[in-house]
Nanobody, 120 residues
Framework: QVQLVESGGGLVQAGGSLRLSCAAS????????MGWYRQAPGNERELVAR???????NYADSVKGRFTISRDNAANTVFLQMNSLKPEDTAVYYC??????????????WGQGTQVTVSS
């Protein structure tokens, strides 16, 4: 069993910044890719950013140049630095991790989510 716990969400004004953190714990063998997704009311969950264990990153077009994803492999933690926030960024942000528990067996885990609200 692997647990993901997000932190760092909150209410900020447009143009402000937030830094989200997500720490994995439990019976961890190896964490592969980790990512951040978000879901606004009435919308589907969408990819915000993703990072592999080797450091390769991928971003949604809407956040490129404003958000930065990073990770601490030793601490099994992923971060999302969010700058120049816009009201359109308002959503529940979910942490995601692919856990390799035996050879090439992989299971995907999700955190409970943290609310990010950007006011105009």
């Amino acid at each position: 069993q692997v647990q993901l716990v997000e932190s760092g969400g909150g209410l900020v004004q447009a143009g402000g910044s937030l830094r989200l953190s997500c720490a994995a714990s439990g019976r961890i063998f190896s964490i592969n890719a980790m990512g951040w997704y978000r879901q606004a009311p009435g919308n589907e969950r969408e990819l915000v950013a993703r990072i592999t264990s080797g450091g390769s990153t991928n971003y949604a077009d809407s956040v490129k140049g404003r958000f930065t994803i990073s990770r601490d492999n030793a601490a099994n933690t992923v971060f999302l630095q969010m700058n120049s926030l816009k009201p359109e960024d308002t959503a529940v942000y979910y942490c995601n991790a692919d856990h390799s528990y035996f050879r090439d067996y992989v299971r995907t885990y999700w955190g409970q989510g943290t609310q990010v609200t950007v006011s105009s």
